[in-house]
């Protein structure tokens, strides 16, 4: 029978960690001999809470419905009458009887995981001490365990395929990112950085981000990653990092998610969770994203507009007059030194902008883009009847005068606008120059050169962000979350002026994932996610591209996204070529894989006799096509 196999803790001495009783091949006869040989002592009641902590914190990550002294209180009983070695299977018999339930062997492992934790505590030198005097800790220098090596493969960079760029317009803020650095160096903390749209929030969680990637970081951690939040935490997750992807497709979702509740749980980790979503989707009380950050031992950094009572709360707020005014002459290119203009940007940056830093940058691109003096600049602003007070807490008021800032009517260039207008159905989430130029160039109606040229110019004038991901050196180009709502609010974007996009998404991912570059096809997924719901048109360019997002999810074994994305191709499909068009067939097969894939080999049986019927109708019984459809059912 197999002995455990366990994660050793990288802040734990690597030879003499693991207890004997839960992984060494030589039974002790009885785990009653190490409580008992330390009666009278404090070694007794320390290792007591140590069991105790970790039976609790167990409990949490795995959301067990038990009653937590009764169910600890067998437990520990069992562990203390068990005669023979701890392997798998015995741990999983008095767990499992503790909790009233079947539990896997990840679920031991977490178990394990959490009372090395609790071992590793300072306040438990002396009990480590007394262990291994006892002989109860034992030399694991040669031991590699399957885990530890998986951990040792693992990138520092946990998201290493999510860009990462040093915004260098993000100044007068070293003090609110050198005090995270500070509280995340302290242990485990969740902070959230909250506030209105257009302070910066994204921006710190980009550079304290981006400083950690570079040597010698400001904290230490063992891993780190970037989670862009769309909806559904967890599949976020598994979407951003690719081992935790694969992971699941070669065990399931469940071992996955236990694979990373163990990783948080002996390592230093942190995430910083970008809040990606729509204003309405915020945060319910009992909201499932939520329980499934508490399973995680990790430090989170989280920004948002909306406040939540969970996170430990980092005060962001306005930048003072002197930082706009540093701003605002970084990004129009000259000082302003005469007294009088001084006195006026003063009342501009104070009485009219809010002192909002979005609003600043934008300031000094309309006055360097139009030549304004600051004089200028308040007149353009009085007319445009903008005003904003200083710590505006109207969403809808900040807004509505944001998208004062960025009329569409100045966009005379029409390719211009077809961008500007792609930009804000796309997530938040930036994206490769190439990409954006084969997906747009069609629908601006300009070749790829001018189409790159165009995206630049956008970008000088601050309708677009353009940034270099650090990771591979390519210009990358994403939207500000205000300055889509701006865009929004001014024009339905309608689905006819932008098929070349819905093909070109569509194409580029479905060949993606075909070739098995799914780390590519992940980048793609909340653009081709977005593209569909926000120009869903019932065509077939619209069937094939919720077919390419449903081969990815089928791919990564995210079966039950898989087949809703597959059954919105078939709605499609039935409706525009009918029931009994080959393309149509072609998706039956494709469900039927699915549930062959999940094992539901009736429901894949129904599924491929739907494709075989129309395959022999149409296509014929000698038909190549039809002869895969036999070998699938067999």
């Not at 455990?4 to 990288?10: D, K, M, N, R, V």
């Not at 007394?130 to 040792?152: G, N």
């Not at 270099?468 to 929004?488: E, L």
């Not at 494709?590 to 129904?606: C, K, S």
Request: hydrophobic content about 40%; charged content about 25%.
């Amino acid at each position: 029978m197999d002995t455990l196999s366990l994660i050793i803790p990288p802040f734990l001495d690597a030879s003499k960690v693991l207890l004997a009783a839960l992984a060494s091949e030589a039974a002790i006869t009885s785990i009653s001999l190490l409580i008992d040989a330390a009666t009278k002592q404090k070694h007794e009641k320390q290792l007591r809470e140590c069991l105790e902590r970790a039976f609790k914190q167990t409990k949490k990550q795995l959301n067990w419905t038990i009653k937590e002294k009764t169910a600890f209180a067998t437990f520990q009983s069992s562990l203390v009458s068990f005669v023979g070695s701890f392997d798998h299977d015995s741990l999983k018999i008095i767990l499992g009887t503790a909790v009233g339930k079947d539990v896997s062997n990840a679920e031991v492992e977490l178990w394990i995981d959490n009372l090395l934790k609790q071992l590793s505590l300072n306040e438990h030198d002396a009990l480590r001490e007394y262990l291994k005097l006892r002989h109860i800790l034992v030399d694991l220098t040669e031991r590699k365990s399957t885990e530890a090596q998986t951990q040792a493969s693992l990138d520092y960079l946990l998201t290493y395929t999510t860009p990462v760029w040093d915004n260098k317009d993000v100044i007068c803020r070293d003090d609110i990112i050198k005090d995270l650095f500070d509280k995340f160096s302290t242990g485990v903390r969740r902070i959230q950085v909250a506030g209105m749209g257009g302070l910066g929030k994204t921006e710190i969680l980009v550079k304290l981000f981006f400083q950690l990637t570079q040597p010698n970081p400001p904290a230490q951690f063992d891993y780190i990653g970037y989670i862009q939040f769309k909806g559904d935490l967890e599949s976020d997750f598994r979407l951003h990092i690719p081992y935790l992807a694969e992971y699941a497709k070669n065990h399931g979702e469940a071992e996955a998610k236990l694979f990373l509740q163990q990783l948080c749980s002996t390592n230093r980790v942190l995430f910083c969770i970008d809040d990606d979503r729509d204003k309405k989707d915020i945060f319910k009380k009992d909201d499932p994203n939520l329980a499934f950050l508490k399973t995680l031992t990790a430090s989170i950094l989280f920004a948002s507009r909306t406040e939540y009572s969970v996170f430990e709360q980092q005060d962001l707020p306005p930048l003072s007059t002197e930082a706009c005014i540093e701003i605002f002459q970084h990004i129009y290119g000259q000082e302003v030194h005469d007294p009088k203009d001084l006195e006026i940007l003063t009342k501009i940056i104070e009485d009219l902008s809010g002192n909002n830093t979005l609003i600043v940058n934008r300031l000094g691109t309309i006055a360097k883009e139009h030549n304004y003096t600051i004089t200028e600049l308040q007149e353009d602003l009085i007319e445009k009847n903008f005003h904003i007070k200083k710590g505006c807490v109207d969403e809808e008021k900040l807004q509505q005068e944001i998208s004062k800032l960025y009329p569409l009517s100045d966009l005379a260039n029409q390719a211009e606008r077809s961008i500007v207008e792609a930009f804000s159905i796309f997530p938040a989430s930036p994206l490769s120059v190439d990409l954006c130029v084969e997906w747009l160039h069609e629908d601006a109606g300009v070749n790829e050169e001018d189409c790159s040229l165009a995206l630049t110019k956008l970008s000088k004038q601050r309708w677009l962000d353009k940034r270099t991901n650090v990771t591979d050196g390519k210009v990358i180009f994403s939207m500000h979350q205000c300055v889509k709502s701006a865009v929004k609010d001014q024009t339905p974007v309608e689905h006819s002026s932008h098929q070349g996009l819905v093909e070109k998404c569509g194409a580029n991912l479905n060949k993606s994932t075909v070739a098995y570059l799914l780390q590519n096809s992940s980048l793609m997924i909340p653009f081709a996610v977005q593209v569909h719901d926000i120009l869903f048109h019932e065509t077939k360019p619209f069937a094939l591209l919720s077919a390419a997002i449903a081969s990815f999810y089928n791919k990564s074994a995210d079966y039950n996204a898989s087949l809703v994305w597959y059954q919105k191709s078939l709605t499609v499909k039935e409706k525009v070529l009918g029931k009994d068009h080959p393309d149509t067939a072609i998706t039956y097969n494709n469900i039927a894989g699915v549930y062959n894939n999940q094992g539901q080999y009736d429901l894949a049986l129904e599924w491929y006799l739907k494709d075989l019927a129309i395959s022999e109708k149409v296509l014929g019984k000698d038909h190549p096509d039809t002869a895969t459809t036999y070998n699938n059912i067999a």
